[in-house]
């Protein structure tokens, strides 16, 4: 990992679809030094995979929130939010540490979309509470942050 892969996956960030010729273009190299460098990012897990960003309000799904839940599990334990992730419209789960067991972004079309989907998550057993907090705008919304030198 140097900076010249640093550079590429910055690039990469801000536009998956770019190809490689762009990117050696913007690069001052070959397409193949290029193509040589991304495939062994990928080989190596630096890039796990390419996504495509939704505007999931153009699917109706205009409310985001963030629930916080207290589970029954031991510490470490993982097995409800395996069971959380079989649910819908839940978009992100994490284990953490603190007053709450789980940390879980939602997006659903209204608040009765949430007050279901709440329900549904009560019938797992372990959920012990939740705390729930609604997104009023998304300031900063990503799934990278840019790299600097490591």
């Known amino acids: ?10 690039i990469l960030r801000d536009n998956a679809k770019i190809s490689n010729a762009d990117i050696a273009r913007i690069m001052n190299m070959a397409p193949s030094a290029v193509l040589e ?11 796990s995979g390419y996504e495509t960003r939704l505007d999931y ?7 985001t929130a963030f629930i916080e839940l207290l589970t029954s599990e031991s510490i470490g334990a993982t097995e409800i939010g395996y069971k959380l992730a079989k649910l819908p419209f839940i978009q992100e789960i994490y284990s ?3 007053d709450y067991c789980y940390l879980i972004k939602v ?7 949430l007050a279901e989907l709440l329900s549904e998550m009560g019938k797992i057993k372990g959920i012990k509470s ?5 997104v009023l705008k998304a300031v900063k919304e990503s799934s990278s942050i840019e790299l600097k030198d490591l």
Do not use: P, Q
Request: net charge positive; charged share 35%.
């Open 57 to 63: 309000k153009k699917f109706g799904l205009k409310l």
């Open 107 to 113: 997006r659903v079309a209204d608040s009765d979309a």
């Open 37 to 47: 460098r991304v495939r062994k990012l990928e080989n190596n897990g630096y890039i």
């Open 96 to 98: 953490v540490s603190g």
């Open 1 to 10: 990992m140097n900076e010249i892969d640093i550079r590429i996956l910055n």
């Open 130 to 134: 939740s705390k729930t907090t609604l």
